[in-house]
């Protein structure tokens, strides 16, 4: 798959098959978040990959909107440090969200579905992924196959309109 194909096609999936996922495809995923981009290069992100069941159960409880995600047979804990300056956690934010778009895209380009959740609660976070305590687990990413609808390109986004969002030269 081309990139502008995988751009068309990535979709949030939150169904997903029993099916396990290829090693050397998620290891490819892996690599895509390495590869990102970061702030001065600082890299400051740590991906925990979690397979066994009752982890991903657990895991869920951490959020309300991450109770689909246990259903996906890899679920990717994106974990960073904690900083007291805002500034510095923004950007480590928007570091992350790179990192997490990129393995959504490969996740595309290789066939496999993938989805994202928040993460709030860091107490519960910390405790189940054994993570230290000047870490936090940010967001989670699903990837899997899809249960029904196989990855291919959407023609109608839900999107804004790109006169919308596009300006040009000012406002
Ligand atoms: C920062 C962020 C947090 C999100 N958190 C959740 C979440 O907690 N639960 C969920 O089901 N989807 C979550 N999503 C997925 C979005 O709802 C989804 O990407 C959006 O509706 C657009 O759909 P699409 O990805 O299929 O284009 C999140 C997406 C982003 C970018």
Same mark, same amino acid.
């Given at each position: 798959?081309?990139?502008?194909?995988?751009?068309?096609?990535?979709?949030?999936?939150?169904?997903?098959?029993? +099916?396990?996922?290829?090693?050397?495809?998620?290891?490819?995923?892996?690599?895509?978040?390495?590869?990102s981009?970061?702030?001065?290069?600082?890299?400051?992100?740590?991906?925990?990959?979690?397979?066994?069941?009752?982890?991903?159960?657990?895991?869920?409880?951490?959020?309300?909107?991450?109770?689909?995600?246990?259903?996906?047979?890899?679920?990717?804990?994106?974990?960073?440090?904690?900083?007291?300056?805002?500034?510095?956690?923004?950007?480590?934010?928007?570091?992350?969200g790179q990192a997490?778009a990129?393995?959504?895209?490969?996740?595309?380009?290789?066939?496999?579905?993938?989805?994202?959740?928040?993460?709030?609660?860091?107490?519960?976070?910390?405790?189940?992924?054994?993570?230290?305590?000047?870490?936090?687990?940010?967001?989670?990413?699903?990837?899997?196959?899809?249960?029904?609808?196989?990855?291919?390109?959407? +023609?109608?986004?839900?999107?804004?309109?790109?006169?919308?969002?596009?300006?040009?030269?000012?406002?």
């Open positions: 798959m081309q990139t502008w194909d995988a751009l068309m096609a990535r979709r949030q999936v939150r169904d997903y098959a029993d +099916t396990a996922v290829d090693r050397g495809l998620l290891d490819r995923v892996l690599e895509a978040g390495r590869r981009p970061s702030a001065r290069n600082v890299q400051r992100w740590d991906f925990v990959v979690v397979t066994d069941d009752a982890v991903k159960v657990d895991l869920a409880r951490t959020w309300q909107g991450a109770h689909w995600t246990p259903g996906a047979p890899v679920v990717i804990a994106l974990i960073a440090p904690v900083v007291d300056d805002e500034h510095q956690r923004l950007s480590i934010e928007y570091d992350l997490a990129a393995m959504m895209l490969m996740a595309t380009d290789v066939g496999l579905g993938s989805g994202q959740s928040s993460s709030r609660d860091q107490e519960l976070a910390r405790s189940i992924l054994g993570l230290p305590a000047d870490r936090y687990c940010s967001k989670l990413i699903t990837v899997g196959h899809p249960s029904h609808r196989p990855v291919s390109a959407i +023609t109608k986004p839900d999107r804004r309109p790109i006169d919308d969002v596009v300006h040009w030269d000012r406002w």
